[in-house]
């Protein structure tokens, strides 16, 4: 029995649009608030049933046109968006960074969608059914154990010996605002660092402007290497949005494990000093999130490397300091 839908082209694409919403809704509301699950499933199924779907109801039983069924799908994926910021579900910025995979998933539905429409009508209510249960299904599947810890490392080369360095990388002085975009987008940065004790045992506050990390020094090896472990560790970034958003995925699916400064005295009297973080996300696909979690542990290792050089470079020299030759003043990543 063929559907009861309105062969107006306008009224179509509403009805298309106004079935995508409530069952994208509803699917993305459980598996992130009833499963907890950030993954494949949100990222990449969601926005692929967002734009079958649009595409299907817009095009089925009527001839219609692979563009119209590409502005229905962005259409649906555009007020979809805009509902996660009314109802404080994500802020602009989680928005922004998923904007590519949601683009390009809502893109190959519409495409998929719109052959299905026009050639194969039972086929393409079938291909949503497997969707509506796939989502769910996958959703459940990609909740487990946290992927290992892996490491991310910074480095600059710093006008004055170890021993200099030493001194500002063990508790640093407060750090002027941020001017880059990540931080002014709503990232969290640091603003400086305290230590209470000495030698391994001491704990170390870095402080960021959501919260600090509190770091129990492990490794206390003046003037080469300082390490620590992370006890505590505040949220990752502020949303940008009309409310006070708490998303699920600003506690436990960012997480710092570890972290440690090494110092290399080198011969023309400079220090190579480097920074590395240990730390795991539950974002999948794992790769494209890593990309977005790698530039910013860079830009906050970046903003505290940058900060220590500047400050040891404007202590006084030992009489003995050897003359500095030329260094590099990059990043190596």
């Given amino acids: 029995m063929p559907l009861a839908l309105p062969a107006d082209a306008l009224a179509r694409r509403a009805v298309a649009i106004l079935t995508t919403l409530p069952v994208a809704g509803a699917l993305t509301a459980w598996g992130i608030y009833g499963l907890g699950s950030y993954g494949l499933a949100l990222f990449a199924l969601t926005p692929l049933l967002i734009g079958f779907l649009a595409a299907v109801v817009n095009g089925y039983g009527r001839t219609a046109t692979r563009v119209e069924a590409t502005v229905t799908a962005f259409l649906a994926l555009g007020l979809?968006?805009?509902?996660?910021?009314?109802?404080?579900v994500e802020g602009?910025?989680?928005?922004?960074?998923?904007?590519?995979?949601?683009?390009?998933?809502?893109?190959?539905g519409a495409v998929a969608g719109h052959a299905a429409a026009d050639r194969h009508r039972g086929g393409s209510l079938l291909t949503v059914g497997v969707l509506l249960v796939a989502i769910p299904l996958l959703s459940s599947a990609e909740r487990g154990s946290p992927p290992p810890a892996e490491p991310v490392t910074t480095r600059v080369v710093v006008a004055a010996p170890p021993e200099r360095v030493w001194r500002e990388v063990v508790a640093f002085s407060p750090l002027p605002e941020p001017d880059e975009w990540l931080f002014r987008l709503g990232i969290a940065y640091p603003i400086d660092a305290t230590i209470a004790g000495t030698g391994v045992g001491a704990v170390r506050h870095c402080n960021f402007n959501t919260g600090s990390f509190v770091?129990?020094?492990?490794?206390?090896?003046?003037?080469?290497?300082l390490a620590f472990d992370v006890r505590q560790q505040p949220v990752p970034l502020r949303e940008i949005s009309f409310w006070d958003v708490d998303a699920p995925h600003l506690h436990d699916f960012f997480v710092s494990r570890r972290g440690e400064f090494r110092l290399t005295a080198r011969e023309d009297g400079t220090t190579l000093l480097e920074g590395t973080t240990w730390y795991y996300h539950d974002l999948r696909p794992a790769f494209y999130w890593r990309w977005w979690s790698?530039?910013?542990?860079?830009?906050?290792?970046?903003?505290?490397?940058n900060h220590v050089r500047s400050e040891a470079e404007k202590s006084p020299a030992p009489a003995s300091a050897p003359k500095h030759g030329p260094r590099d003043s990059g990043f190596s990543q």
Avoid at 80 to 88: E, H, K, N, S, Y
Avoid at 94 to 102: G, Y
Wanted: charged content about 10%; aromatic content about 10%.
């Fill in 215 to 225: 770091e129990p020094v492990t490794v206390w090896d003046p003037p080469h290497r």
């Fill in 92 to 108: 602009l910025i989680c928005i922004a960074m998923a904007a590519p995979l949601a683009v390009l998933f809502t893109w190959l």
């Fill in 294 to 305: 790698n530039a910013i542990v860079h830009a906050i290792h970046a903003r505290v490397l």
């Fill in 80 to 88: 979809f968006t805009a509902g996660l910021v009314l109802f404080a």
